[in-house]
């Protein structure tokens, strides 16, 4: 068996999902090898050539490809899709933008967001914003899987594969780079952080997430999420959106503050090894997940929580 | 211009899910079903459209059992033209869906298929991909704002690091995302006037799609449970718990 994976990064660092949807791939037992299209990435292949267990590192450049235009990532893995019995693709928004695709031009169907690897064609997915887990058998000679990263262990380093140019496929004719606006911060990406702080809509406006979120996204190191409500109503960004249909993390903590905890807002946190809730109301649904739970208003919680983490060393 | 939007019949959002105990699915008998909430969103652009005079007709079609006339109803109710379902009591694939559409596509020729980035039962967000694959067609996903110049549609959409542009030559596929539009609620009177619009009755068979085909379901079941912890009387019990018992800072 041969599995394909396709690198996540922004053409200039190596994203770890790469590394976490390796390790989903050891459990399809093959040889592994790994696909890098973008623009410019020399340095993003040198970075997957050290995963561990990786056969050779593919690299596909086109200006296309490095705007991440779903058209021309699936013309990349499809034309090295008959060397491979699955693709593996880090479920991500880039990578949920063109996995289906590749699926649909193999004539196969795509198997969404595996958290788990039961066999070689059996795996297990989150439906129903996680309240159900599905486990599902393909019959597809050809597999094109998206990997929930959270649910899957990093690959280590040491590996030393061989890096090798390919194609670019036939890229997007009918589709053209206007503009992007990519927010750049120093904070840890939010997909990848080991701790996490989410505002929801009791911040009541972007000034004030701005005031409480995040000096204290500083102050502990972590990543800034927040609800569809703070997102909707324009508090934070889109792409900070935890959930259902936004971002799925799983840090070592998450912190809620005045966020209620609807199930589409706890689909996309509630693996996180340790939650804690601020919310006023003692009912809110979120302190049925929370490990720990403070019922207090977060104007009191915050300034509070600031000093307590100041008196510790943080 | 003609718009097709495809509108999926689902579990209503604010439903608390069930899995079965015999594990062969979720609990669905006796449960609200509403229109995909993204579908919705896809449905008021198509209608903002029409009323912007830039789509001329605005078709929905839904695959689904019977009751999925009343999702059809609804974006009638919205303001969508008329309707077409495909009727079929199998849970159908976003492969099949998809070759569904294309079908669809190609007897209604629109020029802008608008549709949910994602169905909140099964949580794929895989069809508007598959399809615009299938039909060559350009494809923008996730889009927050879409404007149509005459045969170009320049969309915005929600990224992983913030937003995308992009200018597709059309015909195409976009699929909507949640701060596309706010959709409005059908009055009554429209709700009456959609009970005159005609809905198309169709079959898989119609199209020659064979459905069932690639997946097994094995077996469908509850996630681990999360159990609720301890509530602290402050901060600085937070901290300490977090430092000493968590060890997480
Ligand atoms: C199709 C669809 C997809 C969705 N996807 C997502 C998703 O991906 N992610 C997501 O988050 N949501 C999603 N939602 C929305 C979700 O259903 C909820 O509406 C949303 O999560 C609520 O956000 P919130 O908790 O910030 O707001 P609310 O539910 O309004 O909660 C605010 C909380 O703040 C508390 N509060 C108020 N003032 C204070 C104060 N001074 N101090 C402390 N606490 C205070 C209140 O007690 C309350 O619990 C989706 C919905 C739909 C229909
Ligand atoms: N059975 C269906 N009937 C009509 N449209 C569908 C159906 N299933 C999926 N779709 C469309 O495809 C979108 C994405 O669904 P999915 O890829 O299944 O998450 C939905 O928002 C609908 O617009």
């Known amino acids: 068996m041969a599995v394909l994976v396709v690198a996540d990064h922004d053409n200039t660092s190596l994203k770890d999902n790469t590394h976490k949807t390796v390790t989903a791939a050891k459990a399809l037992s093959g040889d592994i090898d790994i696909l890098v299209a973008g623009q410019g990435v020399d340095g993003v292949a040198a970075e997957a050539a050290k995963i561990e267990g990786v056969r050779k590192v593919l690299v596909a450049e086109s200006p296309e490809l490095g705007k991440q235009i779903a058209e021309a990532q699936a013309d990349a893995v499809l034309a090295l899709a008959g060397g491979y019995d699955a693709i593996l693709i880090p479920a991500t928004g880039v990578g949920k933008n063109f996995a289906p695709r590749v699926a649909a031009k193999l004539d196969v169907a795509p198997i969404s967001e595996i958290i788990e690897v039961v066999s070689n064609d059996t795996f297990v997915?989150?439906?129903?914003?996680?309240?159900?887990?599905e486990t599902i058998q393909s019959s597809d000679a050809k597999k094109v899987i998206t990997v929930r990263a959270t649910a899957f262990k990093a690959a280590g380093e040491g590996g030393s594969a061989a890096i090798e140019k390919v194609g670019a496929g036939a890229g997007a004719p009918k589709t053209h780079f206007v503009s992007e606006e990519i927010v750049k911060s120093d904070r840890p990406e939010l997909a990848a952080a080991k701790i996490v702080v989410s505002g929801g809509r009791a911040m009541g406006s972007a000034e004030e997430f701005q005031r409480v979120i995040e000096p204290l996204a500083d102050k502990l190191g972590a990543a800034v999420g927040a609800s569809r409500a703070a997102v909707d109503a324009g508090y934070a960004p889109n792409d900070y959106q935890v959930g259902q249909t936004g971002k799925v993390v799983a840090p070592q903590l998450y912190v809620a503050v005045g966020i209620s905890g609807a199930i589409q807002h706890l689909a996309g946190m509630k693996d996180s090894k340790v939650i804690v809730a601020i919310n006023k109301e003692a009912d809110a649904p979120i302190f049925q997940v929370a490990d720990y739970g403070l019922v207090a208003d977060y104007k009191t919680a915050i300034p509070e929580l600031m000093d307590a983490l100041t008196a510790v060393g943080k | 211009m003609k718009i097709l939007v495809p509108v999926k019949r689902v579990i209503d959002y604010n439903v608390k899910v069930r899995v079965k105990p015999d594990q062969t699915g979720v609990d669905l008998a006796n449960v609200k079903m509403s229109m995909n909430p993204f579908c919705e969103i896809a449905v008021e652009e198509a209608v903002r459209l029409k009323e912007k005079g830039v789509a001329t007709e605005v078709v929905v079609v839904s695959i689904g059992p019977a009751q999925a006339q009343e999702t059809i109803r609804t974006a009638l109710a919205m303001g969508a033209d008329r309707?077409?379902?495909?009727?079929?009591?199998?849970?159908?694939?976003?492969?099949?869906?998809?070759?569904?559409?294309?079908?669809?596509?190609?007897?209604?020729?629109?020029?802008?298929?608008?549709?949910?980035?994602?169905?909140?039962?099964?949580?794929?967000?895989?069809?508007?991909?598959?399809?615009?694959?299938?039909?060559?067609?350009?494809?923008?996903?996730?889009?927050?704002?879409?404007?149509?110049?005459?045969?170009?549609?320049?969309?915005?959409?929600?990224?992983?690091?913030?937003?995308?542009?992009?200018?597709?030559?059309?015909?195409?596929?976009?699929?909507?995302?949640?701060?596309?539009?706010?959709p409005r609620y059908a009055s009554l009177p429209n709700i009456m006037k959609a009970k005159k619009k005609?809905?198309?009755?169709?079959?898989?068979?119609?199209?020659?799609?064979?459905?069932?085909?690639?997946?097994?379901?094995?077996?469908?079941?509850?996630?681990?449970?999360?159990?609720?912890?301890?509530?602290?009387?402050?901060?600085?019990?937070?901290?300490?718990?977090l430092k000493t018992e968590a060890g997480v800072i």
């Open chain 1, 125 to 133: 997915r989150p439906i129903y914003a996680g309240n159900a887990l």
């Open chain 2, 83 to 182: 309707g077409v379902l495909i009727q079929t009591d199998v849970d159908v694939e976003p492969l099949e869906v998809a070759k569904l559409l294309k079908a669809v596509v190609a007897e209604e020729a629109p020029q802008i298929v608008l549709m949910g980035k994602q169905a909140i039962d099964g949580d794929n967000n895989a069809v508007g991909q598959m399809l615009s694959a299938l039909l060559d067609w350009p494809q923008a996903t996730y889009a927050s704002k879409i404007e149509i110049d005459g045969a170009k549609a320049k969309v915005t959409r929600e990224v992983d690091g913030g937003l995308q542009t992009l200018e597709l030559d059309l015909p195409a596929v976009i699929t909507a995302d949640l701060r596309l539009n706010e």
């Open chain 2, 198 to 241: 005609p809905i198309d009755a169709k079959a898989a068979a119609d199209y020659g799609v064979a459905l069932g085909g690639h997946l097994k379901v094995l077996k469908v079941t509850e996630p681990p449970k999360r159990t609720a912890g301890v509530k602290v009387e402050n901060a600085a019990e937070l901290v300490a718990k």
